[in-house]
């Protein structure tokens, strides 16, 4: 399975920019439907954090505190993707962001709950 994130790009403070996440391999339309799902980041000289979850079947999601309110995930199961819309975006949502799939169904902060992990795709907010 593989997971690859895109979507990012320089954005100004205030915008928004939507991230998608593609899931392809032998089992990547059982992970999409059947697993839990995240996105975290990690900014220059910081860890990686938690960012949004979502459970197998849509209906939990779980927000980092920094973002809850601006950003909504989603998930599209005849796409075999994922989504991270983000609104009212702020310099410090400066970052490189990565999708990944969860070792269960439901939602999940801790990044060792994770099993598959996409490469990332940067996302930089001009004040």
């Known amino acids: 399975v593989q997971l690859q994130a895109s979507g990012g790009g320089l954005v100004q403070a205030g915008g928004s920019l939507r991230l998608s996440c593609a899931a392809s391999?032998?089992?990547?339309?059982?992970?999409?439907?059947?697993?839990?799902l995240g996105w975290f980041r990690q900014a220059p000289g910081k860890e990686r954090e938690f960012v949004a979850s979502v459970s197998w079947n849509g209906h939990s999601t779980k927000y980092a505190e920094s973002v809850e309110g601006r950003f909504t995930i989603s998930r599209g199961y005849a796409e075999n993707r994922m989504y991270l819309q983000m609104n009212s975006l702020k310099p410090e949502d400066t970052a490189v962001y990565y999708c990944?799939?969860?070792?269960?169904?439901?939602?999940?902060?801790?990044?060792?709950?994770?099993?598959?992990w996409g490469q990332g795709t940067l996302v930089t907010v001009s004040s």
């Open positions: 391999g032998a089992a990547s339309g059982r992970l999409i439907t059947n697993n839990g």
């Open positions: 990944a799939a969860a070792r269960g169904a439901f939602v999940a902060s801790s990044s060792t709950s994770y099993r598959y």
